[in-house]
Structure formats: C-alpha cells, structure tokens
T-cell receptor, first 116, second 118 residues
Framework: EAQVTQNPRYLITVTGKKLTVTCSQN?????MSWYRQDPGLGLRQIYY???????DKGDVPEGYKVSRKEKRNFPLILESPSPNQTSLYFC???????????????FGPGTRLTVT | AQKVTQAQTEISVVEKEDVTLDCVYE???????LFWYKQPPSGELVFLIR??????QNEISGRYSWNFQKSTSSFNFTITASQVVDSAVYFC???????????????FGQGTRLTINP
C-alpha cells in the first residue's frame, strides 16, 4: 500500500530535549516536505526536499532541521524544542511535477507534539 | 505572494441542509493548482479534489461539488444534503510550481470547521 508514515504519532516532551520525528514514504517520490498546523493559521511549510541531499527552507524553518540521506526518509529534527513548537506536524511527499505531471501531495497521518 | 483565504472560521448547520464553504485565493502565476482537503476529528488530511488553473469546469462528486471561478479567484465547495459524517475541518490550498527551483509548495487557507448537527 502506497503511504507516508510518521513516527511517533503523539509526543510530549520538555523544553530543550532534542527530538526527531521520522517520515518515510514507499512511493519513490522525489519531493518531500514538512508542514505544521496551528489553529487559525492552517498548515505552513517548514522545510522541503527535492531529492537526496537537496533541502531548503519553507516559510517557518526557525528551530527546525531536516536531512535527506535516503530518498524514502525525511526526518524532522528539533534540536532544542520550545513551547511555541507545540503543534500538529505533517509530512508530505509527491513526485516532481514535470516528471509525472502530478501536483498532488500525499500526507502522513500527522504527529501531535506538545512541548512543556 | 500567494495567499488563500477561508473567511468562514466555523459553520454549523442541521443535517440535510446544503452548505457552501468559501475559498478565495491570490496568485501572480497563470499556472497553478487548487485543492480541497478534509480533516476529520481523527486528524488525518483527506484529499478531496485538485483543479488546475486552465480548467474552469465545475465538478460534482456525489454530494460534493466545486465551483471554480477565475474571474473572482474563488474555488468554493458545496456539500448537498449534509450528513453528520461531513463534520470536519476543511482546507482549501493553492500550489504554484517554481519551475526554476523545481519546488512545489502548498499554501493553505486557515480552514473552516464544519459541524453538522443531527
């Protein structure tokens, strides 16, 4: 089954304790990205990656890091989480548009993070 | 810069009523895609529809229909004969493709929380 998986689904942590949220897709997609969802703001892009070792900032990258060492994985790293990073996080993947003429992004199930 | 506005923060209707969710967008691109996603209480994002900027035909899928009007930069979503299971947060989104960078980003509206009361 084609899917995007995220782990963990729920996480409660304390300020300053480094954490990683994993994202994996089995569709051989080149493009992957991370979004955060906050009430009244919709979803906003944090980082994206066009392929292995190619990453770039989205609209709200402060406080986050990413890496793309394998095509299928795109972990989101919070080196020193703060309470304002409490949010619902979504990973998404898609093929590059000119390769398959597809603009649909496939979303993971979401990770609800609480930083106290 | 691109922007999506869903002015209706919350809508509450009684079951079987028709309801329309508004979406207005801003973009300088001539080529773009518009999307609607549903987020049920369980939290996942469910893809509903994608339209490209060159196709202004309205679309109907069962009780769902979409009205795309470039002249008013709107992409409204109507649920006919609403049901309790339609209760969810609905997001409208815009995708532009930055050909040079090769990136595609979804810009989301703020979402509309729809409650269908029995």
């Amino acid at each position: 089954e084609a899917q995007v998986t995220q782990n963990p689904r729920y996480l409660i942590t304390v300020t300053g304790k480094k954490l990683t949220v994993t994202c994996s897709q089995n569709m051989n997609h080149e493009y992957m990205s991370w979004y955060r969802q906050d009430p009244g703001l919709g979803l906003r892009q944090i980082y994206y990656s066009m392929n292995v070792e190619v990453t770039d900032k989205g609209d709200v990258p402060e406080g986050y890091k990413v890496s793309r060492k394998e095509k299928r994985n795109f972990p989101l790293i919070l080196e020193s989480p703060s309470p304002n990073q409490t949010s619902l996080y979504f990973c998404a993947s898609s093929p590059l548009p000119w390769q398959r003429n597809s603009y649909e992004q496939y979303f993971g199930p979401g990770t609800r993070l609480t930083v106290t | 810069a691109q922007k999506v506005t869903q002015a209706q923060t919350e809508i509450s209707v009684v079951e079987k009523e028709d309801v329309t969710l508004d979406c207005v967008y801003e973009t300088r691109d001539t080529t773009y895609y518009l999307f609607w996603y549903k987020q049920p209480p369980s939290g996942e994002l469910v893809f509903l529809i994608r339209r490209n900027s060159f196709d202004e035909q309205n679309e109907i899928s069962g009780r769902y229909s979409w009205n795309f009007q470039k002249s008013t930069s709107s992409f409204n979503f109507t649920i006919t004969a609403s049901q309790v299971v339609d209760s969810a947060v609905y997001f409208c989104a815009l995708s532009e493709t930055f050909i040079i960078q090769g990136a595609q980003k979804l810009v989301f509206g703020q979402g509309t929380r729809l409650t269908i009361n029995p």
